[in-house]
């Protein structure tokens, strides 16, 4: 079934700082309030800068008119006009204007920015912006777009023969996902501070501090020296910010140049879910060959995802998408395709797993379908198709290792009891209708996901990530431009270092994450960070601790082989021979500084084809199965949430209980997908923009939880560690789909499933 057997986390007494959970280094500042966020800091002379937006969805802009009656003086006005450099976002494609100079293609459309250090009167003056726009048709609707942004195929096999075959069944299948929205605790905030060399400083809220620092470039016109971006501390991100603060920054930044002041950009939160990036709605259609007995033969898989008005990072989502669209299992014969493409709505963008939330919930609510009409159990169809050690994917790729689908599957279904949970509901469902048990009915659903690592095919090896480590005169700090936003990075890259180095957790610190003074080490999304960095730092740390053990060697007359460091001593032969504070600065005084970077390296034998869309599309995968069981009312169509057991394979948990967290926070947000959240478009504009209106799970919508770790080591990875933040984001709503089958016999296909589906399930005639 695997190549290594997975064992549950436990307890480990060792002295090891990786696989035990200390306090976050970062957790007493937040608790008590020292932490600052950039609404927390003030800048000498500060301005506060808004943004003057277009109020239809597609237009060609006539004119911008200032109200000549209104007094201006002490506010500063830019518009296109003003820009030095390239009226660009820098993304993937240069499709996106900073700000709009002739044509609107989404409501919400920066158009003007204003400035004043009054913010009344600042609230005053957007009253007196008149934009007279020429609408024209929009398109809102994806299945009615002819601009495609990215396309891509992939096939295994021939698929012909399979669908030909009478012996087979054929299963097809439509399935739907919307919007959304990241809803981070804290909106997109900038501030721009200008310097005397015509540059600019930002500080903010963000996490890919590299994508401003090249943007900016472009758009000002000013050179690597004359920029630095430092990221503040930061509330959650979700992908949300990771492209749209090269937006708010450009802004900030354009204020800031021509004011000759900081200027400083706090999104509210209805400007925030109005305009800024979400998830790409999908629509999704699975046609399939299987064998009676459920084994899978041949899928045809169809995905269109809607970019928005520009492209933004729309062909690394449709990629991630496609990539993963026939789920965690085995297709000898496979024909896929993904297309993006553009409608007359605000840009879409990352949202943790970009892409696989939406076609793993195809994938296995279709898996569901099969398992219905072929009147199979969908755990028995899941368990005779799922990947194991050897299986080639539909890109060529060979699995190696590290690979637990099943393993996943199985802690999951003994856990929560599916077998006797699900011929509960069985029995349940043959009851009178009018019976008062048979008004509630109960549920149980599995699913089971796969997510890449890092980034796609050669995309890792186009970054080439540099992260490391500079000796100080008591420890060592990390340098590196991933960014933590609220996952624990700063600790998981603390206790990589301390590990290597042999020192305790206590002697590491993080450097501030200013692009003039760490490396690049590529963005913080794509669960790259702990498994492509972290384990960039470790290197790093590995090669500083050879030339410290190299000095304690010459300085004290013994073999270079012979010396370790073990909690932060030095030693040979069992006999100690310095703390390690006192070599670091003995070293320093003597041999000046100390700096050893690396460089991320793709693993051997990780080759990649983007012209044919072919090899191994990521290093390696982590695995996860959840099962929810839930309750609907057949008289108010509503869902109750009862119980949720996930399981959970990356290799390595560095830090057990951070894991836990980034497991259990994402399964809610998954939750949120399922069942609660959903965008409402009116003309193409969004009518809930605010927290009251656009619902997201709190803590009496979450069902008590069993969180399973399971490890099955990667070999390349940091102590065998593999990517986890984007893993848990793609179970629980296929889970909840298969549940709500499971107790009213019906698959809805579209999220969220809401009691209004819930109903229009029911009673389809």
């Known amino acids: 079934m695997f190549d290594k057997p997975p064992t549950m986390k436990h307890a480990d007494n060792s002295k090891s700082t990786v696989g035990h959970s200390p306090p976050r280094k970062d957790g007493p500042d937040k608790v008590t309030g020292r932490a600052r966020y950039l609404d927390d800091l003030a800048f000498p002379g500060q301005l506060w800068g808004r943004t003057v937006r277009s109020q239809v969805p597609h237009g060609r802009i006539r004119s911008i008119e200032f109200d000549p009656r209104f007094d201006w003086s002490g506010i500063v006005r830019v518009t296109a006009a003003d820009i030095p450099g390239d009226n660009i976002v820098q993304l993937i494609e240069d499709d996106q204007p900073m700000l709009a100079h002739d044509m609107v293609k989404h409501r919400e459309e920066p158009i003007a920015l204003l400035a004043c250090a009054d913010r009344e009167r600042l609230e005053e003056a957007l009253l007196h912006v008149d934009v007279k726009i020429d609408p024209l048709p929009p398109v809102l609707d994806l299945l009615l777009s002819t601009h495609v942004f990215k396309s891509y195929r992939i096939e295994a096999g021939d698929i ?16 739907r996902v919307g919007h959304q929205e990241q809803m981070y605790i804290e909106p997109n905030a900038i501030c721009a501070v200008p310097r005397e060399d015509f540059g600019v400083t930002i ?11 090249r943007g900016l470039q472009r758009l000002l016109k000013i050179n690597d020296s004359q920029i630095a971006v430092i990221q503040v501390v930061t509330g959650g991100g979700f992908g949300g910010k990771e492209d749209y603060p090269t937006v708010l920054a450009g802004h900030a930044a354009l204020l800031a140049r021509k004011a ?18 979400k998830r790409h709605p999908a629509v999704l259609r699975y046609r399939t060959a299987v064998k009676p007995d459920g084994e899978f033969v041949a899928c045809e898989i169809d995905v269109v995802m809607d970019g928005g008005a520009y492209v933004t990072l729309s062909p690394v989502v449709a990629s991630r998408g496609v990539l993963h669209a026939s789920g965690a299992y085995r297709w000898p014969h496979a024909r896929i395709d993904c297309r993006v493409v553009q409608t007359h709505t605000p840009p879409n963008g990352a949202f943790r797993g970009f892409g696989v939330p939406q076609t793993l919930f195809g994938c296995e609510a279709h898996v569901e379908k099969i398992a219905l009409e072929l009147g199979l159990d969908p755990l028995l169809v899941r368990r005779k198709n799922a990947l194991v050690v050897g299986d080639v994917m539909p890109t060529g790729q060979r699995l190696t290792e590290s690979v637990s689908a099943l393993p996943v599957l199985e802690a999951v279904a003994a856990r929560s009891g599916y077998a006797a949970k699900r011929e509960a509901a069985m029995e349940a469902a043959r009851l009178p209708a009018g019976s008062a048990r048979a008004r509630k009915r109960r549920g149980i659903g599995l699913s089971l996901a796969l997510h890449g690592a890092g980034f796609t095919g050669s995309g890792e090896a186009h970054l080439k990530s540099r992260a490391g480590l500079e000796l100080t005169a008591s420890g060592a ?12 990075t700063i600790t998981v890259f603390s206790q990589l270092a301390a590990e290597a180095l042999g020192v305790p957790l206590s002697m590491i610190e993080v450097a501030v994450n200013d692009t003039s003074r760490v490396p690049d080490s590529g963005p913080t999304v794509a669960s790259r960070t702990t498994m492509v960095v972290g384990g960039t730092i470790a290197r790093a740390a590995e090669a500083m601790a050879r030339v410290l053990q190299g000095y304690v060697a010459q300085t004290h007359a013994v073999p270079a082989g012979e010396v370790c460091c073990v909690g932060g001593i030095f030693a040979a032969r069992g006999r100690s021979l310095a703390p390690f504070e006192s070599i670091a600065r003995r070293y320093l005084d003597e041999r000046g500084p100390l700096v050893c970077i690396e460089q991320y390296e793709l693993p051997p034998g990780v080759q990649w084809d983007d012209a044919a869309y072919r090899g191994s599309a990521y290093p390696c995968y982590a695995w996860a199965a959840t099962a929810v069981e839930l309750e609907v009312d057949l008289d108010t169509y509503e869902i109750k949430l009862l119980d949720l057991v996930t399981a959970s394979e990356f290799g390595k948990a560095i830090h057990p209980v951070l894991a836990e967290g980034q497991i259990e926070g994402g399964t809610v947000q998954a939750l949120g997908y399922a069942l609660l959240e959903e965008h409402i478009y009116v003309d193409g504009r969004l009518l809930n923009t605010r927290m009251q209106n656009y619902i997201i799970p709190t803590a009496l919508d979450v069902p008590p939880m069993t969180t399973l770790i399971l490890e099955n080591p990667y070999s390349r990875g940091p102590h065998g560690a593999k990517g986890l933040g984007e893993l848990p984001m793609d179970g629980p709503a296929p889970a909840v789909a298969a549940a709500v089958l499971s107790a009213i016999g019906k698959l809805i296909p ?14 389809a005639a």
Do not use: N
């Open 260 to 277: 000759g002041k900081p200027v400083k950009m706090i999104y509210k939160r209805e400007e925030d879910v109005a305009a800024t990036t």
């Open 750 to 763: 579209d999220l969220p499933i809401s009691p209004e589906r819930v109903m229009k399930a029911l009673h």
């Open 203 to 213: 500080y903010g809220s963000m996490q890919c501090p590299f994508y401003i620092h």
């Open 160 to 175: 012909k023969p399979a669908f030909a075959d009478s012996s087979l069944r054929v299963v097809e299948g439509i399935y």
């Open 477 to 488: 700090r990390v340098l590196s431009a991933s960014t933590d936003i609220g996952q624990g």
